[in-house]
C-alpha cells in the first residue's frame, strides 16, 4: 500500500514542477531559473542514488520500505522538483532573515542561512521518512552511517550533499540576481 507521504510528495512535486513553469511577473524569469538550476543540482545526486538503489545494485544505497505511487524511474525527477522547491526556499529564507540587499555581492549571513536550512531540512526529512517507514539509506563505506534512528541508519553523503548543494547554488544564485537586477535598471 501506498504511504500518505510519498502520495503527498509526488503530489508536491507535480504542483511544484507545474507552478515554477507558470509563474509571471518582473521576478519570475529570476526564480524560474533558479528553480531549474537547484532542480539540475538535485538531478545529479538523485539520479546517482536511483542507479546505486535496488533495482541496479546488489549493495544497494538505500531500501523503500513502502510502495512508490508512479514508475520508480520517475523518482529522482520529482525528488529533483523537491531540491529545486527547497533551495529557492532557502533563497526566500535569506530574503526574511538577512538584512537588505539580497544575493547582491558575497555576503557569509546569507551563505551560512542557505547551508543551514540544507541541513537542517535534510536531516529532517531523513527522520521523517526513516521514522513513517518510507525508506532509509543503507551505510556503506562511502556512505557512513552517523547515527542509528528507528532502528534504521542516518547516513553521511546526503548531509554532505546538502552542505555543499546550498554553496554552489548561492553562488550560481548571486550571479544570477546581480545580472537580473542590471537589466531591471538598464529596462
Known sequence: MVSTFFLADVTVAMITLVYMSALQGQNARLMQLLFWVGYGFGLTWEV???????????????????????????????????????????????QLLCPKPHFAKFNYFELA????????????????ATSLGVWTFVPQAWNPQLFGFCGSAITLMPQLIWTIAP?????????????????????
Open 48 to 94: 546517482a542514488f536511483y542507479l546505486n538503489g535496488p533495482l541496479f545494485s546488489s549493495k544497494p544505497a538505500y531500501r523503500l520500505l513502502d510502495d512508490f505511487p508512479l514508475p520508480l524511474w520517475s523518482l529522482p525527477f520529482l525528488h529533483a522538483a523537491w531540491d529545486g522547491l527547497l533551495l529557492v526556499t532557502g533563497r526566500r529564507l535569506v
Open 113 to 128: 542561512v542557505l547551508v543551514l536550512w540544507g541541513n537542517l531540512q535534510e536531516i529532517t526529512v531523513e527522520l521523517l
Open 167 to 187: 554553496v554552489l547554488f548561492y553562488f550560481i544564485a548571486l550571479r544570477l540576481t546581480v545580472h537580473h537586477n542590471r537589466q531591471l535598471w538598464q529596462s
